[in-house]
T-cell receptor, first 111, second 116 residues
Framework: SQQGEEDPQALSIQEGENATMNCSYK?????LQWYRQNSGRGLVHLIL?????REKHSGRLRVTLDTSKKSSSLLITASRAADTASYFC???????????FGKGTRLHILP | NAGVTQTPKFRVLKTGQSMTLLCAQD?????MYWYRQDPGMGLRLIHY???????AKGEVPDGYNVSRLKKQNFLLGLESAAPSQTSVYFC???????????????FGEGSRLTVL
């Protein structure tokens, strides 16, 4: 099974609402990263949080990390139609140089 | 600034044929990765490289080979293509984390491979 698992698999919300998606992982990490993928395109890096950090902000994005629970959450505030995409968490494993992705959350912003 | 470039973008193969996907990056990154993306499976790591002349296995390496003869290029080879290798392949590169760098990945636009 994969190192990272996002929850929920799919999420539909009204424009202007906040979107929260979660990521759980299994082994120790150097850092955890969130990426966005628009349909048919490559992934784009959104934000990185190191294992010794608990919370990080970037514009409308807020990421938290709980290493004791091996989980992270991504909050997108004041969602926009352009936020419609798939979001993936990726863990940079402590034991080696692998970066392992979860299965992603498909976010759909309703007008 | 091209970033990460993958060639070809589309390819159709017959079962048993071989082919090579090329990934080129112009950012002087040490680390390079090959992933495959299948519906409902997210991205799975095939092979990766932490520097010129080095390669390592990822999560799903069987049926693939890689080479990193030059720092800027990372080649993914399919020796004998199978229908199960029909997928979208993504290459990514990054600096080594540390020395002021965070290790975030920069992705190419993907190569869509169909094996009949």
């Amino acid at each position: 099974s994969q190192q990272g698992e996002e929850d929920p698999q799919a999420l539909s919300i009204q424009e202007g609402e906040n979107a929260t998606m979660n990521c759980s992982y299994k082994t120790s990490i150097n850092n955890l990263q969130w990426y966005r993928q628009n349909s048919g395109r490559g992934l784009v890096h959104l934000i990185l949080i190191r294992s010794n950090e608990r919370e990080k902000h970037s514009g409308r994005l807020r990421v938290t990390l709980d290493t004791s629970k091996k989980s992270s959450s991504l909050l997108i505030t004041a969602s926009r139609a352009a936020d419609t995409a798939s979001y993936f968490c990726a863990t940079d494993l402590l034991q080696d140089d692998k970066i392992i992705f979860g299965k992603g959350t498909r976010l759909h912003i309703l007008p | 600034n091209a970033g990460v470039t993958q060639t070809p973008k589309f390819r159709v193969l017959k079962t048993g044929q071989s082919m090579t996907l090329l990934c080129a990056q112009d950012m002087n990154h040490e680390y390079m990765y090959w992933y495959r993306q299948d519906p409902g499976m997210g991205l799975r790591l095939i092979h990766y490289s932490v520097g010129e002349g080095t390669t390592a296995k990822g999560e799903v390496p069987d049926g693939y080979n890689v080479s990193r003869l030059k720092k800027q290029n990372f080649l993914l080879g399919l020796e004998s293509a199978a229908p199960s290798q029909t997928s979208v392949y993504f290459c990514a590169s990054s600096y080594e984390a540390g020395q002021g760098y965070t290790g975030e990945l920069f992705f190419g636009e993907g190569s869509r491979l169909t094996v009949l």
